[in-house]
């Protein structure tokens, strides 16, 4: 069974902190990585997607990822309220199975003004 | 342009009636799917079409019924629904089915009386 481990939270952090959310994930053979942000009742958007190993930046978001872990994760600088929200770490199923994406369950994220 | 539109927003309907939810996308993308999610959970994968032929059904109720008529859209039929199905159901896109990187619409909301 090919996973993706997140913790659920609530993750609370002060406006302006950095807020770090974390991922493993089972499958040796996963190649791509995603993180999406998700507002209560509204659809995912992707925000992030990192394929190499190390950091990749983006504005106020840097994705990291380490292989050999099998850990992502992704750090959100200058923590706004309007971050609020659910974000999914999110890994292809790795060969034989593209196409098909695992979500994890997701980590809610409260920033506090 | 990383649009994917979706109608009806909403829908209610009663166990013995027949509905289509409707998505499009004009990004010349040629993988698209359908997903389900219900509160408080991840997206599950439940139909993908690759260069407009289903190469993944993940064995979902044939009350259920996906059509793609061309590479622009995608249907979903309803039909003999149980209020378990009342969910957000979500359509995406993706440049490929191996690229991955998928575009999420809006989102149906679906409520089955």
């Known amino acids: 069974q090919k996973e993706v481990e997140q913790n659920s939270g609530p993750l609370s952090v002060p406006e302006g902190a950095i807020a770090s959310l974390n991922c493993t994930y089972s499958?040796?053979?996963?190649?791509?990585f995603f993180w999406y942000r998700q507002y209560s009742g509204k659809s995912p958007e992707l925000i992030m997607f990192i394929y190499s190993n190390g950091d990749k930046e983006d504005g106020r978001f840097t994705a990291q990822l380490n292989k050999a872990s099998q850990y992502v994760s992704l750090l959100i600088r200058d923590s706004q309220p309007s971050d609020s929200a659910t974000y999914l770490c999110v890994v292809n199923a790795g060969s034989g199975n593209t196409g098909k994406l695992i979500f994890g369950q997701g980590t809610t994220l409260q920033v506090k003004p | 342009d990383t649009e994917v539109t979706q109608t009806p927003k909403h829908l209610v309907m009663g166990m013995t009636n027949k509905k289509s939810l409707k998505c499009e996308q004009h990004m010349g993308h040629r993988a698209m799917y359908w997903y389900k999610q219900k509160a408080k959970k991840p997206p599950e994968l439940m139909f993908v079409y690759s260069y407009e032929k289903l190469s993944i059904n993940e064995s979902v109720p044939s009350r259920f019924s996906p059509e793609c008529p061309n590479s622009s859209l995608l249907n979903l039929h309803l039909h003999a629904l149980q209020p378990e199905d009342s969910a957000l159901y979500l359509c995406?896109?993706?440049?490929?089915?191996?690229?991955?990187?998928?575009?999420f619409g809006p989102g149906t909301r679906l409520t089955v009386l």
């Open positions: 499958d040796r053979g996963s190649q791509s």
């Open positions: 995406a896109s993706s440049r490929q089915e191996a690229y991955n990187e998928q575009f």
